[in-house]
């Protein structure tokens, strides 16, 4: 990759973030419009929806961070494998830290010893780069921006869970999963979307629970019995009471995606990674010119 290409690369990878950063995707704008239209008139959960579909046009309105918290930066990229990978990191790293210099990004690595801000969001596993290289002639880049308030309300249950009277089955895995709503309450600034996973290792089952987010709220999953439990977790939540906020209401949950993985016979795992209303997450098809063709959310 030349210097040329490069600098081409850079601006559409600049242009990934600021778009991620300040425009919600349009199938989670319209669930919370849906959520809103749900609730009672003048109630504290309409209220508090009414709040967040006016954070969203400003946030797009004026290019800013739908959020202080612009999170952990979460990367997810195929691309040419005529690319040099390392060349590709350090581009992508570049881009975080001009978007942080625009203040599309806030500076929000810290050294985990010290307390010590970078000030450009790049560090030690900072941002989180994930690449795949595949035989096409263009880069899908996707990009989210997890906060620490919905990262911090994420859970993982070991079955069978005596506790929860859980067993090694989806019904045991829909008792995990009610019950990290209900721990969560109104933290991680709901209403909240989930991402799980059930199998894997500890340490997978959070990736694979993560990835789950780069599905749209309005896909279907492709095995029946996952998209049923999809369904009865997120109309079960809702019935809840705890509403956006913790405010009371029925919007506590705009969705569940549930993605499954083998396991050893000794373990069974499920991994739940909550993502709030700020459902920062967007990407693009990119040229082999580092041109953006097209936007996927």
Partial sequence: MNASLQKK?????????????????KDVADAIHVG??????????EYALGIIEKNIELGKLKSQPLCQDTGTNLF??????????????????????????KGYLRQNSVDSITGKNSGTNVGPGSPVIHLEAWNKDFMDMRLML?????????????????KLGAGRDL???????????????????????????????RGTGYAVSKEQFLRKLTDKNSNPALAKLEEEVTAQANQLGIGPMGFGGGTTLLGAKIGVVNRVPASFFVSIS???????RQGASITAKGEIKKWFY
């Fill in 36 to 45: 809103r239209s749900k609730e009672a008139p003048g109630s504290r959960a």
């Fill in 274 to 280: 909550y993502m709030c209303w700020a459902f920062r």
């Fill in 146 to 162: 997890k906060g620490g308030g919905c990262e911090n309300v994420g859970a993982q249950y070991s079955l069978p869970d005596t």
């Fill in 76 to 101: 997810y990229v195929h691309y040419p494998r005529k690319l040099d990978p390392e060349i590709l990191t350090k581009v992508i790293k570049k881009a975080v830290i001009e978007a942080t210099k």
């Fill in 9 to 25: 690369y850079l601006a559409a990878f600049v242009e990934v973030i600021r778009k991620t950063s300040s425009e919600l995707p």
């Fill in 171 to 201: 019904n045991g895995a829909r008792k995990c999963i009610l019950d990290a709503i209900v721990q969560a309450q109104g933290k991680g600034c709901g209403p909240g979307i989930l991402g799980i996973c059930i199998g894997g290792d």
